[in-house]
């Protein structure tokens, strides 16, 4: 009997210190933790490191107004919450962020917890509310070593108790000074997998908001929540200005080459007599109409939110009517090489502007009327973030594949055409070195009156991404000058067969 009371009143006497010695121990746990992360230790060992921190701060006693722990890479809260008082709470982590070489004490993350967090328990029941903020994405790497949001990861959980599919989500705000939006940027949550393997980031459950300098994620459950970085595009900052570069200088060249032929065309004929040389003038006035909306989209948004959406419509539209003419250049191919026969059409050229000029027209102001918000800023992000360039175009995905889709079948028909009129060449060639030569001549410069190169947009994956880049780049832009090109030589071997036979 006397021993039990000696023991009791010990363990009164050390109840104070207690809390004091697992203060210190958690302090040691954190800095142990941090400088494996430092050294960049083996990730396999960061699961039992991570759960004997968790454990750590879910047996401490916090005091009223919680423990806060804090190293230069991990920062650790733990609260001790009643379900009948509780009326949420507010965190934000005090840790800096690398932006550019430079820490800036001014991005801080912070995560919001919904009153819904303690729903369905006993209002006398208590519960230790535990929350870490990790600056290094070591621990957290899957299979593709992804990116995270400026290596921030923050975690929140319930000692003993499971929080999934609040009706009201946990709101975490992750800061940042880059150039991001839904392309390029969404929330995620962390999956652990079993031994001896990596886990995954999931979306699943998770809302993704995008504001000026902040990510938004709403998500339903507590676990460990980062921003996942997603590299649509491959491109350094010097190949996204060289390109930006090569760009400007043909679609220049190719406007004036265009404005000058349609110029030329109207001083020597100022009314075309046959259907193919209209054909060959509306054409040249689309890429022209194309070029330079595709000149004004960048500086114009800089502008207002109006301004860059009228932007977007008229370059959208003109690529539209581009394509079309490319299209009827093949179709008007077919009927004069493959068909020979039966091609008289009433009407022709009307029926051709109606479909090329007037239904991209009606599309884009239909559009513009009923969902305006499809033509915005389109921002075309470099693999670090920094430097991105901004463009007036599609906002939607949808309406972005919907445009591939009807480029990719016009350009489809034109590849067939190409083909069919190659096999009348062979078929049709005389016994002459020369005309082989004439030939070749003639399929490029129908490769180019068909568009046929826009066909490499469709190759912008794995490693053919960047040289695709270049080489869509280079041919189109410069498509002004090839078709300028075409039309000089042809309308020269006219006149020259027109003053022989005249002789």
């Given at each position: 009997?006397?021993?039990?009371?000696?023991?009791?009143?010990?363990?009164?006497?050390?109840?104070?210190?207690?809390?004091?010695?697992?203060?210190?121990?958690?302090?040691?746990?954190?800095?142990?933790?941090?400088?494996?992360?430092?050294?960049?230790?083996?990730?396999?060992?960061?699961?039992?490191?991570?759960?004997?921190?968790?454990?750590?701060?879910?047996?401490?006693?916090?005091?009223?107004?919680?423990?806060?722990?804090?190293?230069?890479?991990?920062?650790?809260?733990?609260?001790?919450?009643?379900?009948?008082?509780?009326?949420?709470?507010?965190?934000?982590?005090?840790?800096?962020?690398?932006?550019?070489?430079?820490?800036?004490?001014?991005?801080?993350?912070?995560?919001?917890?919904?009153?819904?967090?303690?729903?369905?328990?006993?209002?006398?029941?208590?519960?230790?509310?535990?929350?870490?903020?990790?600056?290094?994405?070591?621990?957290?790497?899957?299979?593709?070593?992804?990116?995270?949001?400026?290596?921030?990861?923050?975690?929140?959980?319930?000692?003993?108790?499971?929080?999934?599919?609040?009706?009201?989500?946990?709101?975490?705000?992750?800061?940042?000074?880059?150039?991001?939006?839904?392309?390029?940027?969404?929330?995620?949550?962390?999956?652990?997998?079993?031994?001896?393997?990596?886990?995954?980031?999931?979306?699943?459950?998770?809302?993704?908001?995008?504001?000026?300098?902040?990510?938004?994620?709403?998500?339903?459950?507590?676990?460990?929540?980062?921003?996942?970085?997603?590299?649509?595009?491959?491109?350094?900052?010097?190949?996204?200005?060289?390109?930006?570069?090569?760009?400007?200088?043909?679609?220049?060249?190719?406007?004036?080459?265009?404005?000058?032929?349609?110029?030329?065309?109207?001083?020597?004929?100022?009314?075309?007599?046959?259907?193919?040389?209209?054909i060959h003038m509306n054409l040249l006035a689309a890429l022209l109409l194309l070029n330079v909306s595709f000149l004004l989209s960048e500086p114009l948004a800089a502008g207002t939110t109006g301004g860059c959406q009228a932007a977007a419509?008229?370059?959208?539209?003109?690529?539209?009517?581009?394509?079309?003419?490319?299209?009827?250049?093949?179709?008007?191919?077919?009927?004069?090489?493959?068909?020979?026969?039966?091609?008289?059409?009433?009407?022709?050229?009307?029926?051709?502007?109606?479909?090329?000029?007037?239904?991209?027209?009606?599309?884009?102001?239909?559009?513009?009327?009923?969902?305006?918000?499809?033509?915005?800023?389109?921002?075309?992000?470099?693999?670090?973030?920094?430097?991105?360039?901004?463009?007036?175009?599609?906002?939607?995905?949808?309406?972005?594949?919907?445009?591939?889709?009807?480029?990719?079948?016009?350009?489809?028909?034109?590849?067939?055409?190409?083909?069919?009129?190659?096999?009348?060449?062979?078929?049709?060639?005389?016994?002459?070195?020369?005309?082989?030569?004439?030939?070749?001549?003639?399929?490029?410069?129908?490769?180019?009156?068909?568009?046929?190169?826009?066909?490499?947009?469709?190759?912008?994956?794995?490693?053919?991404?960047?040289?695709?880049?270049?080489?869509?780049?280079?041919?189109?832009?410069?498509?002004?000058?090839?078709?300028?090109?075409?039309?000089?030589?042809?309308?020269?071997?006219?006149?020259?067969?027109?003053?022989?036979?005249?002789?």
């Open positions: 009997m006397l021993t039990l009371l000696l023991t009791a009143f010990v363990l009164c006497l050390a109840e104070p210190v207690l809390p004091s010695q697992g203060t210190e121990y958690i302090q040691s746990c954190m800095h142990n933790l941090t400088e494996g992360l430092k050294r960049g230790s083996s990730r396999h060992n960061w699961a039992s490191r991570l759960t004997e921190l968790e454990q750590l701060l879910a047996h401490s006693t916090p005091g009223k107004e919680g423990y806060s722990f804090k190293t230069n890479m991990l920062e650790a809260f733990v609260f001790s919450i009643t379900a009948g008082s509780f009326r949420g709470l507010n965190l934000s982590s005090s840790m800096p962020v690398r932006s550019k070489g430079q820490v800036s004490a001014q991005l801080r993350d912070s995560i919001s917890f919904p009153v819904e967090l303690m729903e369905g328990m006993k209002a006398q029941e208590k519960q230790k509310l535990i929350c870490i903020c990790i600056r290094s994405a070591g621990m957290f790497l899957d299979e593709h070593n992804s990116s995270v949001l400026n290596n921030h990861i923050l975690g929140a959980f319930l000692h003993n108790r499971r929080v999934g599919r609040l009706r009201r989500p946990v709101e975490i705000h992750f800061r940042h000074d880059k150039e991001l939006d839904s392309s390029n940027a969404t929330c995620v949550f962390w999956q652990p997998a079993g031994t001896g393997s990596a886990g995954n980031w999931s979306r699943e459950g998770c809302e993704t908001q995008h504001q000026k300098g902040i990510v938004r994620c709403l998500c339903n459950h507590l676990t460990y929540f980062a921003v996942l970085l997603i590299q649509a595009h491959d491109l350094s900052e010097s190949e996204l200005q060289s390109l930006t570069y090569i760009s400007t200088v043909g679609c220049s060249i190719s406007a004036a080459a265009a404005l000058c032929t349609l110029l030329l065309c109207c001083v020597f004929r100022c009314r075309p007599r046959d259907d193919t040389t209209r419509a008229l370059l959208h539209g003109s690529l539209l009517c581009a394509l079309g003419w490319m299209g009827a250049e093949g179709f008007h191919l077919y009927l004069l090489l493959i068909k020979v026969y039966n091609i008289y059409v009433r009407h022709y050229l009307l029926k051709l502007c109606l479909c090329t000029w007037g239904l991209p027209t009606l599309a884009v102001v239909a559009v513009l009327i009923f969902k305006r918000e499809i033509y915005g800023h389109h921002i075309i992000s470099t693999a670090d973030g920094y430097k991105n360039v901004t463009m007036c175009w599609l906002t939607s995905p949808s309406a972005h594949y919907v445009t591939l889709c009807y480029a990719g079948l016009i350009l489809l028909f034109n590849v067939l055409v190409l083909v069919a009129v190659v096999a009348v060449l062979r078929r049709t060639r005389q016994q002459q070195q020369q005309r082989a030569r004439k030939d070749w001549m003639t399929v490029l410069g129908l490769t180019c009156l068909l568009g046929t190169t826009w066909g490499t947009a469709f190759c912008a994956f794995g490693v053919l991404l960047v040289p695709q880049l270049y080489l869509f780049t280079v041919l189109n832009s410069l498509q002004g000058v090839f078709l300028c090109f075409w039309y000089l030589s042809t309308h020269r071997s006219k006149r020259s067969s027109h003053c022989s036979t005249s002789r």
